[in-house]
């Protein structure tokens, strides 16, 4: 178990933008001549077994062939076969990756969400009776510098409008001073009622409202704490929700039962249309009988069993208080965090209470204030970030006893979790191991990080390493679903009734299996000659099944189907599966279909609301751009579409070694909540260059 850290950094920002370094035709004519003599294979491929199923010894020879890597020196890139403009583009951006990593060894850029985060920074210290003047400002200051000339907000770079976001965010401006008249707060307003007013936000919205009166709690559905007495063994228990909405709905459940109202000095009534609400969903269907069944709990709440009310009460303050992590969070995410301070709050927990100091300390460490602005994180992402800057870096030539490698090795180590979280509700008998997403987060390591740290571990070489890493592959085996795939926290964690409940209108709910999260396991197991394991052929077949009609897999934690396509391709050629697989050729087309004239990939997030228009097409972005190439060079593809996408790579590329992105690439709630990881334009561009130069 870890211990004794310090429980949140600052994140660490790219150096000011200099200019970009746009090269010409010679350059493209430079890289394509490196792809062209860089063969069909290259050290990575040459000792790959040729079809799923190969020996142990034979993945164990492919493991070690791809481990033969070129040496790094200074910014140049040291290999047979990569010509100039490879080198120089991957050593810039290597040089810079480097300058990013922390004196205690990890990487972390800011991972940057939407103002609902910083709207409800705001209306959670208002409900504390904590805000300042000062933050209100700052945080307000940033809410209106992404306000759109249309008045509206949006949920990612480009976004169209969205509801529940303008209207928190029109919330929090009030809250700050800003007059309803003012021109910004007219034109957000003209926008909300068009879109059908304070009605039709969702649930979360509505929640946020009845805290200060500015909404009913009878018009918002109950989540009452008697659900936390609910067995596991028993449908719609707490531990049916994937573990970021079983957080929340745990310190939902205590806001519920106490309905608080803790009024402000402004009205919403201008955002009302006075909308009739929509009529129940039809029987015999699950919308229509939990609608049905709300309106039974409401009456139910108005004189609920005092014993029950107290026990379910009391088991949900001992649940929630347990689960805080070291550094004070709940699950190092934004919901759970403020929900459970409230409930807290609401339990009886004065904001100088040791418990609540800790959350609103470690709240603080989440934040960014900087030129008269306040920005809050949703999430912090140092292991996973670390673990992907060891398999650029190693794949770049970096050798294992470099001091940034194994100083980001050494990091990750101390960062194993050694005790059991929920997770053993449904695996009570598989030994801890893994790892977690943040800094602090024991009760909730995930598959994903898992199969990444481990692969970026045998980049190093450390004492202790080989056993670290044994325990984070026999605790993913163990969380392998049923269905041969693997979710990122839970394993069978797909009951499809959560996602029925009235207070579900918002973000996933479960976490069922994912063709990025298995693609990763899969290419871990390969990488420790392990192809052949159950596990992994298990894990191969699902892949093959997910794929989409097209060519293409679904990204959950990436977007989207670039991302899917550039987890699932590598899995499976390292797996075994060979490259003239036809669900290789498959995807190889797909991607080739839908590269941009400019020679880059991109693809936006309307792609999970509206596939048919937006799969795979999007503005060109780096990360996305290094998908791609991932996928084309494990399928051995080195001209075409590929030449194209390192050209484009070399022609963006800032004279930092970095790349321009403000779009959002990365994956919270499919249709809801995005990201941008600011770290992933530049660390999947060093692994993309990396495999292509050596």
């Known amino acids: 178990m870890r211990r004794g850290r ?34 069909r294979g290259g050290a990575a491929h040459a000792a790959r077994p040729a079809r799923a199923g190969a020996s142990s010894d034979r993945a164990g020879r492919a493991r070690g062939a791809r481990r033969a890597r070129p040496l790094h ?23 810079h990756l480097l300058s990013l990593q922390s004196p ?37 200051a940033w809410i209106r510098s992404k306000q759109r000339e249309d008045g509206t907000w949006g949920n990612f770079y480009g976004a169209p409008a969205d509801l529940s976001t303008t209207t928190e965010s029109y919330a929090a401006l009030k809250l700050a001073g800003d007059p309803s008249d003012a021109a910004h707060m007219a034109r957000a307003r003209e926008y909300i009622l068009d879109a059908g007013g304070l009605e039709r936000t969702r649930v979360f919205t509505k929640i946020w409202f009845s805290l200060f009166g500015l909404w009913s709690w009878d018009d918002v559905p109950v989540m009452p704490p008697e659900l936390m007495l609910l067995p596991p063994s028993v449908p719609l228990n707490i531990y049916d929700f994937a573990c970021w909405a079983r957080q929340t709905v745990a310190a939902l459940t205590v806001v519920s039962a106490y309905k608080p109202i803790r009024p402000v000095r402004f009205r919403l009534d201008e955002l009302r249309t006075g909308i009739e609400p929509e009529p129940f969903a039809p029987l015999p269907t699950w919308p229509g ?41 709940w699950g190092g995410i934004q919901p759970p965090w403020v929900y459970s301070l409230m409930a807290l709050n609401l339990l009886g927990y004065p904001v100088e209470h040791p418990v609540m100091q800790k959350g609103l300390e470690g709240l603080d460490k989440f934040t960014i204030v900087e030129d008269g602005i306040r920005r809050l994180e949703a999430c912090q992402s140092p292991v996973w970030d670390t673990a992907l800057a060891l398999v650029g870096l ?263 070694g970095t790349w321009d992105e403000p779009w959002y690439t990365g994956t919270g709630f499919p249709g809801d909540f995005y990201i941008n990881y600011h770290l992933y334009r530049l660390v999947f561009p060093v692994i993309a260059l990396a495999r292509f130069a050596r």
Not at 105 to 114: A, I, M, Q, V
Not at 119 to 125: F, K, P
Not at 291 to 299: A, C, G, K, N, P
């Open 289 to 329: 009988a939990f609608q049905r069944l709300d309106r039974l709990l409401h009456l139910y709440e108005r004189r609920p069993s005092s014993a029950l009310r107290r026990a379910a009460l009391k088991k949900a303050e001992r649940w929630i208080v347990e689960r805080q992590e070291a550094d004070g969070s």
């Open 73 to 95: 020196r200074g910014t140049r890139i040291l290999t047979a076969t990569a010509e100039p403009a490879v080198q120089a583009t991957l050593g810039r951006a290597v040089d």
């Open 104 to 140: 205690e060894g990890w990487w972390k850029g800011e991972l940057e969400t939407n103002v609902t985060m910083d709207a409800e920074d705001l209306l959670l210290r208002q409900f504390l009776g904590i805000r300042t003047d000062e933050q209100t400002q700052q945080s307000a």
């Open 394 to 656: 190693g794949d770049a030539g970096l050798p294992p006893d470099h001091p940034a490698v194994e100083g980001g090795a050494r990091w990750l180590l101390d960062e194993e979790v050694r005790v059991k979280g929920d997770w053993a509700v449904r695996r009570p008998t598989l030994p801890p191991g893994g790892w977690a997403f943040e800094f602090e987060n024991d009760w909730y390591p995930d598959i994903d990080d898992t199969a990444e740290v481990v692969m970026g571990l045998r980049r190093a070489s450390l004492p202790g390493l080989d056993d670290a890493v044994a325990r984070g592959v026999a605790w993913t085996i163990g969380m392998e679903s049923k269905d041969g795939g693997w979710g990122a926290f839970d394993a069978d964690n797909v009951q499809e009734l959560i996602r029925k409940l009235p207070f579900c209108d918002f973000g996933e709910v479960i976490d069922p299996p994912s063709a990025d999260v298995t693609a990763h396991v899969v290419e871990m197991l390969a990488g420790e000659g392990m192809a052949d394991h159950p596990s992994a052929q298990r894990g191969i077949e699902w892949l093959l099944r997910e794929q989409e009609p097209e060519g293409s897999w679904f990204g959950r934690w990436g977007c989207n189907y670039v991302y899917g396509t550039g987890a699932a391709v590598p899995a499976l050629i390292d797996a075994g599966i060979a490259p003239e697989h036809e669900s290789i050729r498959r995807a190889v087309r797909w991607l080739e279909q839908v590269q941009n004239d400019d020679g880059g990939w991109g693809e936006d997030m309307r792609s999970y609301n509206d596939p048919e228009a937006w799969s795979g097409r999007g503005d060109s972005t780096a990360s996305q751009t290094a998908w791609a190439l991932l996928a084309l060079h494990a399928a051995e593809e080195r001209e075409g579409a590929a030449e194209r996408g390192l050209a484009w790579l070399a022609e963006t590329q800032r004279e930092d």
């Open 6 to 39: 310090a429980a949140a950094r600052p994140a660490l920002q790219a150096g000011p933008r200099r200019g970009r370094d746009r090269r010409g035709r010679g350059a493209r004519r430079g890289l394509r001549r490196a792809a062209l003599r860089g063969g």
